[in-house]
């Protein structure tokens, strides 16, 4: 379809939260850095041209002299579909100058902290609401498939000091010697879009801070601790559609998965390397010992059961004896390979070697045995990579938007974390809707080339608006000559009533805008020719 990459950006982002709060506090902190007071404030299309400003430099090589040299024409690299180079200012319309006070004046939150006092509770609060914003609109644009991947990313610092920033730590298993903000999130395992992010606060939030859902004290009924109430948390909106979830061994906690059987209904698969409080390990490590590779041995376990409450006592005694079986158990299974035990946890699924899995996969180079995995593993193994994938393109090959962005503020490179998730779901989505089918200028497409793509439908609908308020500004204030237009004052009425409502200009026909003299003329001469050499068409 006609501006695909634009239509999915829109949906992707929390468009609603960018107007009524974003934009807003924007636009009043550029006014109050101005000279004398004066802005053109900046609109929604205004605002992702200046995303992809930054996008459009991440997929394009680096140029002596900085992103200075973007917004110069001269220097500015050759690209296919930009009129030969990819100038920012004329692509996109944002001077370099607005640019940079867009930048040092974005405002993501609805007023400051220090004017509520909610820093002294909440250490996030600049970033807090755009998380939510974000999880509300995924859930309302979007439904995830039959499987989806809990699994944790990291935004990165950059160049600042870790004690004085909330929440940051290190994570030596996703980088080496860097540290930032660990996010948790969940994933189609299908279209490898992440459709619920949340930023984990860790055993280091300080008891000041307010309690958050499903999260209780301990010995509270229906409490967890915070990672188990985040996997809730997480989870919620897919509540009750017996999904499957497929998590890993971080979020090995036994109580809190038994709940998302029990509570919401879902079916999950967690892989087990460390200890998980109840699992049966030894025993599971015993009986495949007399297994060949390529076997499962499984064990039926059933859930801890707490005191119920009242409510929870009338509701088991609706539930039939068969229900009560199925809900409250979990099993241990453990995959028997030539050089390591595989363990894993699962409220179901097949360990039978089917069709549908029958890949080889070679083990150590003694034994050189090969074998094909169950199903329960193979559709383990297949959905895995949904988050790491959409974090490569994000991110990948130091192309990503928080590289190009390169900003010290903590809050910003969050903020930027978001935006660059929403542009991976776009590449992610089309990619899985179109397939082999996506072509772009007749070559199949790939994730620069999608990106490039999503950058020029971005700015060539900033210029259809700026064309179209152009217009509207120069139908209203024309009034030199207006004898020469038939019925000109009941259309300039007319066209001035509805350049408010829908920028749009009703200009009669044969007329045109002639952009030197600042006048409605005819359009052709009686020859047939253009009668003015800069003309404005209307929309």
């Known amino acids: 379809r006609p501006a695909l990459f634009l239509h999915l950006f829109r949906t992707f982002l929390p468009c609603e939260f960018f107007q009524d709060v974003l934009i807003p506090r924007t636009n009043q902190m550029c006014r109050r850095h101005t000279r004398d007071g004066v802005w053109k404030d900046i609109d929604l299309e205004e605002l992702l041209a200046f995303f992809c400003c930054y996008f459009g430099m991440a997929a394009l090589p680096a140029i002596?002299?900085?992103?200075?040299?973007?917004?110069?024409?001269?220097?500015?690299?050759?690209?296919?579909?930009?009129?030969?180079?990819?100038?920012?200012?004329?692509?996109?319309?944002?001077?370099?100058?607005?640019?940079?006070?867009?930048?040092?004046?974005?405002?993501?939150?609805?007023?400051?902290?220090?004017?509520?006092?909610?820093?002294?509770?909440?250490?996030?609060?600049?970033?807090?609401?755009?998380?939510?914003?974000?999880?509300?609109?995924?859930?309302?644009?979007?439904?995830?498939?039959?499987?989806?991947?809990?699994?944790?990313?990291?935004?990165?610092?950059?160049?600042?000091?870790?004690?004085?920033?909330?929440?940051?730590?290190?994570?030596?298993?996703?980088?080496?010697?860097?540290?930032?903000?660990?996010?948790?999130?969940?994933?189609?395992?299908?279209?490898?879009?992440?459709?619920?992010?949340?930023?984990?606060?860790?055993?280091?939030?300080?008891?000041?801070?307010?309690?958050?859902?499903?999260?209780?004290?301990?010995?509270?009924?229906?409490?967890?601790?915070?990672?188990?109430?985040q996997i809730m948390r997480l989870c919620q909106p897919i509540q009750h559609t017996e999904r499957v979830v497929f998590l890993d061994s971080l979020f090995s906690v036994t109580d809190s998965l038994c709940a998302l059987r029990q509570q919401f209904g879902l079916h999950w698969f967690c892989v087990v390397k460390n200890r998980a409080t109840g699992f049966p390990a030894q025993e599971l490590l015993q009986r495949t010992?007399?297994?060949?590779?390529?076997?499962?041995?499984?064990?039926?376990?059933?859930?801890?059961?707490?005191?119920?409450?009242?409510?929870?006592?009338?509701?088991?005694?609706?539930?039939?004896?068969?229900?009560?079986?199925?809900?409250?158990?979990?099993?241990?299974?453990?995959?028997?390979?030539?050089?390591?035990?595989?363990?894993?946890?699962?409220?179901?699924?097949?360990?039978?070697?089917?069709?549908?899995?029958?890949?080889?996969?070679?083990?150590?180079?003694?034994?050189?045995?090969?074998?094909?995995?169950?199903?329960?593993?193979?559709?383990?193994?297949?959905?895995?990579?949904?988050?790491?994938?959409?974090?490569?393109?994000?991110?990948?090959?130091?192309?990503?938007?928080?590289?190009?962005?390169?900003?010290?503020?903590?809050?910003?490179?969050?903020?930027a974390w978001f935006i660059g998730v929403a542009e991976a779901n776009v590449q992610k989505f089309a990619r899985w809707r179109f397939g082999p089918n996506l072509v772009i200028r007749g070559r199949p497409a790939e994730f620069r080339q999608m990106r490039l793509q999503m950058v020029q439908e971005v700015f060539q609908a900033r210029k259809r608006v700026n064309a179209n308020i152009s217009n509207n500004v120069a139908g209203a204030v024309t009034t030199a000559d207006s004898h020469d237009v038939a019925g000109s004052e009941d259309w300039r009425a007319s066209a001035t009533k509805n350049s408010m409502r829908h920028f749009l200009l009703r200009i009669p026909d044969g007329m045109t805008y002639d952009a030197k003299i600042d006048k409605l003329v005819p359009y052709l001469n009686s020859d047939g020719t253009p009668k003015c050499s800069a003309t404005k068409t209307c929309a």
């Open 289 to 415: 010992e007399t297994l060949e590779n390529g076997q499962c041995a499984a064990i039926r376990i059933g859930f801890k059961r707490r005191r119920p409450v009242e409510n929870e006592q009338r509701d088991r005694r609706v539930r039939t004896a068969q229900a009560r079986e199925d809900t409250d158990c979990y099993y241990g299974v453990a995959l028997k390979d030539s050089s390591v035990t595989f363990k894993a946890m699962a409220t179901g699924g097949s360990l039978l070697t089917d069709d549908s899995c029958k890949r080889v996969f070679r083990g150590s180079r003694l034994s050189n045995a090969s074998f094909a995995r169950p199903k329960m593993y193979e559709e383990y193994y297949q959905a895995r990579h949904a988050i790491d994938s959409n974090n490569h393109v994000r991110a990948g090959s130091n192309y990503g938007l928080d590289e190009v962005w390169s900003t010290k503020n903590w809050r910003t490179r969050l903020f």
């Open 64 to 229: 002596e002299g900085g992103r200075r040299s973007y917004w110069d024409y001269e220097s500015a690299p050759s690209v296919i579909g930009f009129e030969g180079r990819l100038d920012m200012e004329s692509a996109s319309g944002i001077s370099y100058s607005r640019f940079k006070m867009i930048e040092s004046h974005l405002t993501f939150w609805t007023v400051q902290a220090e004017e509520k006092g909610l820093q002294a509770s909440d250490d996030l609060y600049f970033i807090r609401e755009m998380q939510n914003a974000f999880n509300q609109n995924m859930v309302k644009s979007f439904s995830p498939g039959w499987s989806n991947v809990l699994d944790e990313t990291i935004s990165l610092l950059y160049k600042e000091n870790i004690t004085t920033v909330p929440f940051a730590v290190f994570v030596p298993r996703k980088c080496r010697k860097k540290c930032g903000h660990e996010i948790r999130n969940i994933a189609c395992a299908q279209s490898c879009v992440i459709w619920q992010a949340e930023i984990f606060e860790g055993g280091a939030r300080p008891p000041k801070m307010f309690e958050r859902e499903y999260e209780a004290a301990a010995g509270r009924t229906g409490g967890h601790g915070r990672l188990g109430a």
